[in-house]
T-cell receptor, first 112, second 112 residues
Framework: DQQVKQNSPSLSVQEGRISILNCDYTNSMFDYFLWYKKYPAEGPTFLISISSIKDKNEDGRFTVFLNKSAKHLSLHIVPSQPGDSAVYFCAGYGGSQGNLIFGKGTKLSVKP | KAGVTQTPRYLIKTRGQQVTLSCSPISGHRSVSWYQQTPGQGLQFLFEYFSETQRNKGNFPGRFSGRQFSNSRSEMNVSTLELGDSALYLC???????????FGPGTRLTVT
């Protein structure tokens, strides 16, 4: 049972444009969501989070939107830069286990 | 503050052996979680320790165990290694009650 789904395994975007990474979840008990960025051979790096009582959180070039009724969240990166090329993971927190549950990731490539 | 550190970074073991991985959390963080990352399954939760007590456990066999010391450092042990245990093992720490977990660089375990 995949509680957090990232249906796009990869995304390619031109430098300077917007990158939109999507994530769907099934567990209504999640009360917090986080996005991580991961480079090869490194651990995930925390990017931005959002509480389930909010619908938007912004931090510099990164904005996360949460649509609870659709059980959907998205990460917007504007403008995209080549250094943003990495695998992005969405994670939900809460529910019965009280630990992070990750999606399988979306590989973002930003072309110069 | 120094980040999460993990040792060793790389390890090669033979099927049937056992292995111990070590994690030092960010200073002041009392919660340590362990995750396994494989290409097919993504990031999967192993267990979480808080103040030397296991708080949560993922769906892994009993060959996977861990412990936490009074200084919050944690170790993970895998006994009777199988080929399928080859993975990147990630440790993450957080400062409760925050949900944000900060990851170490991981230990790449190869079982031959």
């Amino acid at each position: 049972d995949q509680q957090v789904k990232q249906n796009s395994p990869s995304l390619s975007v031109q430098e300077g444009r917007i990158s939109i990474l999507n994530c769907d979840y099934t567990n209504s008990m999640f009360d917090y969501f986080l996005w991580y960025k991961k480079y090869p051979a490194e651990g995930p790096t925390f990017l931005i989070s959002i509480s389930s009582i909010k619908d938007k959180n912004e931090d510099g070039r990164f904005t996360v939107f949460l649509n609870k009724s659709a059980k959907h969240l998205s990460l917007h990166i504007v403008p995209s830069q080549p250094g943003d090329s990495a695998v992005y993971f969405c994670a939900g927190y809460g529910g019965s286990q009280g630990n992070l549950i990750f999606g399988k990731g979306t590989k973002l490539s930003v072309k110069p | 503050k120094a980040g999460v550190t993990q040792t060793p970074r790389y390890l090669i073991k033979t099927r049937g052996q056992q292995v111990t991985l070590s994690c030092s959390p960010i200073s002041g963080h009392r919660s340590v979680s362990w995750y396994q990352q494989t290409p097919g399954q993504g990031l999967q939760f192993l267990f979480e320790y808080f103040s030397e007590t296991q708080r949560n456990k993922g769906n892994f066999p009993g060959r996977f165990s861990g412990r936490q010391f009074s200084n919050s450092r944690s170790e993970m042990n895998v006994s009777t290694l199988e080929l399928g245990d080859s993975a990147l093992y990630l440790c993450a720490s957080r400062q409760a009650p925050s949900y944000e977990q900060y990851f170490g660089p991981g230990t790449r375990l190869t079982v031959t």
